[in-house]
């Protein structure tokens, strides 16, 4: 599937609005644009608005999920994954995910293997039910709830301003860890934020035991009292600076946020070459790997080293305003999103 528009779908059976990969499909989607998806009904197995994965293979290329939601409460008190409910290998490169609700998971639930690429998740927000039997309001990014072992890794990821009702705005992870657990490398967790007033800031941008390396993550090293800080490698906790966090409507998760790294940003050449192996370009489509003249990297690998995040650093970009307000279902036209500079 490729260059479509798949808007305003409706699902009565509880997921996959847009599409449902059902046993035994392998699915390819490419510069496709969801937008406003719904899903609702009654199951214990509710989940994806836009789509439901549970086929051999479901590939996503150069998309935006924008909007899209489950019916929240209810007879739905688990509804996962706003965007993408994943119980599948899943693999997502250069897509967009603003706006999006969920239980738990507001864009992305993950249950099975997954690769996520060079995407940014912004403005997601994950809605507590109410329900007393069900955990809710888990991971306003992402939520990786599976219980069997699983290979997840995200690379390249800009994950800012999505929101939790209960645990982990950005990244929430709860389940059996295998061999080796979630991989998050060269990603910015920024600004993400949870209801829960016990949590440590840098619990509302990642909970769980998750590897972090070459990650730049607020509050990371502030910790917590009486506990062991957590394991990470080469990690910075610096504002990333940003062009203009919350875009030129002041609003964040809406497609005009410019997340594009600033002038003088930390993670400019500040990652590990080695987890962009076979990744060649940034989200924008340009060069994955632009040496920056004025930086002294700190990163790992041969020149010139990568930059943190979904984007690489043009020269030229300046910060602008940053300021943090919320809309949770962004209006805005997307398709400009890989064309602003």
């Given at each position: 599937?490729?260059?479509?528009g ?5 699902a009565?059976?509880?997921?996959g609005?847009?599409i ?5 499909s ?9 937008g406003?998806?719904e ?12 789509i ?6 479901l590939?996503?290329f150069?998309?935006a ?8 409460g ?10 993408i ?5 899943l693999v997502?490169?250069?897509c ?12 992305l ?21 109410g329900?007393?039997f ?18 997840i ?11 939790a ?5 950005g ?7 295998g ?11 920024w600004?993400?934020?949870?209801n829960n ?8 941008q990642v909970?769980g035991a ?6 730049d993550?607020e509050?990371?090293i502030?910790g ?38 600033a002038?003088g ?28 003249p ?5 990163g ?6 990568a ?7 043009r ?6 305003r ?10 805005r036209?997307w ?7």
């Open positions: 599937m490729t260059n479509c798949l808007r305003q779908n409706y009565g059976h509880c997921y609005a847009a449902y990969n059902g046993p035994n392998t699915t390819l989607v490419s510069r496709c644009l969801f406003g998806n899903a609702v009904g009654a199951s214990a197995s509710m989940g994806g608005a836009a439901k994965h549970e086929g051999q293979m590939a996503i150069d998309s999920f924008i909007r899209t939601r489950l019916a929240l209810g007879n739905c008190p688990r509804a996962t994954g706003g965007a409910q994943s119980l599948e290998p997502v490169q250069g967009y995910f603003g706006g999006n609700q969920a239980n738990n998971g507001g864009a639930a993950l249950y099975g293997d997954a690769t996520i690429v060079n995407s940014v998740f912004s403005g997601n927000y994950a809605v507590a039910s329900a007393t069900w955990a809710t309001g888990h991971g306003g990014a992402l939520a990786i709830l599976s219980y069997r072992p699983r290979q890794t995200l690379q390249g990821v800009t994950i800012v301003g999505n929101d009702a209960e645990d982990a705005g990244i929430y992870f709860r389940g059996t860890v061999p080796e657990p979630p991989l998050v490398e060269n990603s910015i967790l600004s993400n934020r949870s007033g016990q949590l440590a800031r840098f619990q509302e909970h998750v590897d972090l390396r070459y990650d993550i509050e990371l502030a917590i009292p009486g506990e062991d800080p957590p394991q990470c490698t080469a990690c910075l906790d610096a504002d990333p600076l940003f062009v203009r966090g919350s875009a030129q409507d002041g609003l964040v998760g809406t497609v005009d946020d410019h997340l594009r790294l002038t940003s930390p993670v400019l050449d500040a990652p590990g070459n080695a987890g962009f192996v076979g990744v060649t370009t940034d989200l924008d489509g340009g060069a994955r790997f632009v040496d920056d004025a930086t002294v990297g700190t790992q690998g041969t020149p010139p080293v930059d943190m995040g979904a984007y690489e650093f020269s030229g970009l300046a910060v602008g940053h300021r943090r307000r919320h809309r949770r279902q962004p209006t036209r398709w400009g999103l890989r064309r602003q500079r």
